[in-house]
């Protein structure tokens, strides 16, 4: 390990990177900001804002490959979220019996798990959401578990309180199945993701604060 004094350039370096938010990956890319500096090919700050860029694409061709997604989060939240129903369904009825993707209980009431039970695109919209915003890995990582985690206790309470709801034979069932499925359903994503936001600090908006950065980056080239 050696030993020596920083020179005012790279105090100068440093203070650059640990005030820019992307706080990771400037630390990653800072040998390579040095060397460019000292050797009189790039500012800091130009260095810095190619590489916002850079992760900017990375992230928006994650989300065009998340698009094609679907059948793939469907393929692996379809059994989970299946299992886990079914487990906690055993604590409160003397039958439980499954086909399939049918859910016969007391053999005399049926269930049928479709698509639209499991919320698939609900999760798809926060990864989006997620990958809208630009922020630190470790936060992204974070965010995206507790986002999704989230959003999957509250559809295994929901899938519980319908099937209770259908059982007891309650007349306000269809009612309240259509009223969150139609209204309520988007209002819990945008409620997990402004959650989200509040408990990681997450202060850019998706889209917009990413567009605002290419304008600027734009205008300050054409300066």
Not at 48 to 60: H, L, P, Q, T, V
Request: glycine residues 2%.
């Amino acid at each position: 390990m050696k030993k020596g004094k920083l020179s005012t350039d790279k105090k100068l370096l440093i203070e650059t990177i640990v005030k820019d938010q992307n706080l990771s990956s400037k630390i990653l890319a800072f040998p390579s900001i040095v060397k460019a500096h000292e050797q009189g090919n790039i500012s800091v700050l130009d260095y810095s804002k190619s590489i916002n860029i850079y992760f900017m694409a990375i992230r928006y061709l994650i989300l065009l490959g998340l698009m094609f997604s679907l059948p793939l989060i469907y393929a692996i939240l379809t059994p989970i979220t299946m299992n886990i129903f079914v487990f906690l369904l055993k604590y409160n009825y003397n039958s439980v019996v499954t086909f399939k993707n049918l859910i016969i209980l007391n053999y005399n009431y049926y269930l049928q798990i479709i698509p639209a039970c499991i919320a698939g695109a609900a999760y798809l919209l926060l990864l989006i959401l997620n990958f809208t915003v630009t922020m630190p890995i470790k936060k992204r990582i974070l965010s995206l578990l507790f986002s999704l985690l989230a959003l999957f206790i509250i559809n295994i309470l929901r899938l519980l309180f319908f099937s209770f709801l259908y059982t007891s034979g309650s007349p306000f069932f269809d009612f309240t199945h259509k009223l969150v499925w139609y209204v309520l359903s988007t209002f819990f994503v945008i409620g997990i993701w402004f959650l989200t936001t509040r408990i990681f600090s997450i202060k850019k908006i998706p889209v917009y604060s990413d567009i605002q950065v290419l304008i600027k980056n734009i205008k300050n080239k054409s300066s």
